[in-house]
């Protein structure tokens, strides 16, 4: 993508003589405390009661992206009457983060999640059953609502929130988990900040970043393109004509979701569900994409399936077994790990210099100094292993539980700034899971393993990380040339109202509606609130032992991981890229594999046969199809929500 010719949304935006606005400005503070808590509650409807759309599961939020395209529109007309009342380009990059930041903690993979977590065990362990005696004890009584006529009322619905004996039981545990929601945040956001400057170094691209930078500093060049609006057109007309097939089932649909086909014999049956779909917003992202990625997605994809039907013809059938598919997925994320340190070694060496000397200064255009980013990482860890051990973890399973919860999160991060993968999920294959599958589940206490199912939000997924978000933000603030301590400043502030508004909307929406009424349809329930439990009683009851098939995956999938980072450093004609390795056991990923493969070879053929001038020329084309079906897609919610439609679940754009 083109880099913009001049610093954007200054001068050019601004009548001569009119200073520009900072980026935090007044009107930016109250749209933002206007925005953050109604997109809560409109998360909350759309994704966790009526389960119609999933705007938080991929990695560029269409509610987002909408806004941020409103707001040129406003620009627009602002020209015309008011050219002085413009959004600067800052203003637009603090709004867009804002959003974004919110709706990262506030969606799917996060705080919905850890809501229905904690309120379904009370629920769950009523007197007299074996889980008030055997599960209970161990559950931190601080951390969860013990008080069972708010909970009562809470799974009832037809009521209301404002009632002290409902909102007051909330009042505790939501302090705590909001406090401990924060020490997250701050933890990554100074990640972010340390590597930030390396991975700038190393010209990754930030795909995803990208798209937002081109909207704010190519506003007129792109939306003059007529391949954007042809791709605009396609991409609005697929979700309005499936939303005239909602409402009038003999109206035509376009069969752009996501669909499984299953072999019926063996061995090709053990390859499980062949996942299709075509979301148009998926070509187009999936467009962004470097072309060694996109080989290596579908190739270890394929490839994986290959490895399963192999295993079957070998008498292995059980899909948590040989040849542990997902486990090896888990090695890739220590190998990918290594690499990044690797990579880092002269950078961190030097930033450990610039933190421990008695000069230490915030260098020039980052986000905060470098001694505040290391002293801020080690601190927010340690603040995390105190909240684990409060409530009952030991020290030792809580430093080995969060350092491995933060490699997983530096690398999905890297994995984002580098190759901007649509959507990443390594489901439940995560920290606990590590923990557990090495040594077994009697090598921890009930008390550790309690905290484990408390930090399932942590481990559930691993696409929902707040680092992802951050990164994006502070490559936003560069391109555009917006201040990154304001950036880092925004990020801290609307991650505090986001928390708090993501709490609000949930309990706000759940005592009007009821999570046993008819009127939600969310896999809550099940996903959220029965498994965590589920398998923490099973685990009390039945310990499993050490898997020593699971610790040679993790060993195979971290040595082939740096084997091919090192043949790709080596070798510039070598065709794998090990991320592709890495994801190949994602099955959010995996249900893209026919945009990724499509447009991997649109773009061979683009390059190959058009060069770079070709490309330049089709891209608006791709941007087209996200802008087209995220704009359409959210009116819909909007019309869904206005006029009580209660739209079949999963018919939206997300799902991923």
């Keep these: 993508m083109s880099q913009p010719t001049a610093p954007p949304g200054e001068g050019a935006h601004h009548p001569e003589g009119h200073r520009p606005r900072g980026p935090i400005s007044l009107r930016v503070v109250v749209l933002t405390l206007v925005l953050i808590p109604a997109n809560a509650w409109w998360l909350t409807e759309i994704e966790f009661v009526r389960y119609s759309d999933n705007a938080t599961t991929q990695a560029l939020f269409f509610n987002a992206i909408t806004i941020l395209l409103a707001l040129l529109g406003i620009n627009t007309l602002l020209e015309r009457c008011r050219p002085s009342w413009r959004f600067s380009s800052g203003e637009l990059v603090m709004v867009y983060v804002a959003v974004a930041v919110a709706s990262n903690l506030g969606g799917h993979d996060m705080l919905q999640i850890l809501f229905t977590t904690i309120a379904w065990i009370t629920r769950q362990a009523t007197p007299g059953s074996t889980w008030e005696t055997r599960v209970m004890p161990h559950v931190p009584k601080h951390l969860i609502v013990d008080d069972e006529v708010a909970i009562q009322a809470l799974f009832s619905g037809n009521t209301t929130l404002y009632r002290w004996d409902h909102a007051g039981p909330w009042l505790e545990p939501l302090a705590w988990w909001s406090l401990f929601a924060m020490l997250a945040v701050l933890t990554m956001l100074c990640l972010a900040s340390l590597f930030r400057r390396q991975w700038d170094a190393e010209r990754l691209n930030y795909p995803i970043a990208e798209i937002p930078v081109q909207i704010i500093t190519q506003t007129g060049p792109l939306f003059r393109s007529p391949a954007l609006w042809a791709g605009c057109a396609v991409g609005a007309t697929v979700q309005i004509v499936n939303m005239i097939h909602s409402l009038a089932p003999a109206f035509p649909r376009v069969p752009i979701g996501v669909q499984y086909f299953h072999a019926a014999h063996y061995p ?248 046993t009424s008819a009127h939600f349809r969310g896999p809550a329930i099940w996903a959220f609130g029965a498994d965590p439990w589920t398998r923490l009683d099973s685990w009390f009851q039945s310990p499993a032992p050490p898997d020593h098939g699971t610790v040679w995956a993790y060993v195979f999938g971290c040595g082939f991981t740096l084997f091919l980072a090192a043949m790709r450093a080596r070798f510039s004609w070598w065709p794998f890229h090990p991320a592709g390795y890495l994801v190949s056991g994602s099955f959010g990923l995996f249900r893209l594999w026919v945009p990724i493969f499509v447009s991997w070879l649109i773009k061979v053929l683009v390059l190959r046969y058009g060069g770079l001038r070709l490309y330049v020329r089709v891209l608006p084309f791709f941007l087209g199809l996200i802008f087209g079906e995220f704009v359409a897609g959210f009116c819909r919610t909007i019309i869904d929500l206005t006029f009580q439609l209660h739209l079949p679940p999963a018919s939206g754009i997300g799902g991923l």
Excluded at 407 to 419: D, H, N, S, W
């Design 268 to 515: 090709w049956n053990a390859a499980g569900p062949l996942p299709v779909s075509s979301f148009p917003f998926a070509y187009g992202l999936t467009f962004l994409l470097p072309t060694q990625l996109g080989f290596s997605c579908w190739f270890f994809f394929l490839l994986s399936r290959v490895q399963l039907v192999g295993a079957a013809m070998m008498g292995h059938t059980d899909w948590g077994g040989f040849p542990y598919v997902q486990q090896q997925g888990v090695g890739a994320i220590l190998g990918f790990f290594l690499a990044i340190i690797y990579a880092s070694r002269n950078h961190l060496a030097s930033v450990w210099r610039s933190a421990t000397s008695l000069r230490a200064s915030r260098r020039d255009g980052e986000a905060m100094s470098d001694r505040m980013a290391v002293f801020g990482t080690v601190a927010g860890m340690a603040g995390m292993i105190w909240f684990a051990t409060n409530a009952g973890m030991s020290w030792q399973a809580a430093l080995i539980f969060f350092g491995i919860l933060m490699v997983i999160v530096l690398v999905v991060a890297r994995l984002r700034a580098e190759l901007g993968l649509p959507t990443y999920e390594l489901y439940q294959a995560g920290a606990d899971q590590v923990m557990q599958r090495v040594s077994g589940t009697n090598a921890w206490s009930q008390g550790d393993l309690t905290m484990m199912t408390l930090f399932f939000w942590l481990t559930r997924t691993h696409r929902q990380f707040p680092m992802q978000t951050h990164v994006d933000a502070l490559r936003l603030g560069k391109r555009t040339e917006t201040p990154l301590p304001a950036v880092a400043l925004l990020i801290v502030g609307a991650s505090a109202v986001g928390i708090v508004a993501a709490f609000w909307s949930y309990l706000h929406s759940m005592y009007q509606i009821g999570f």
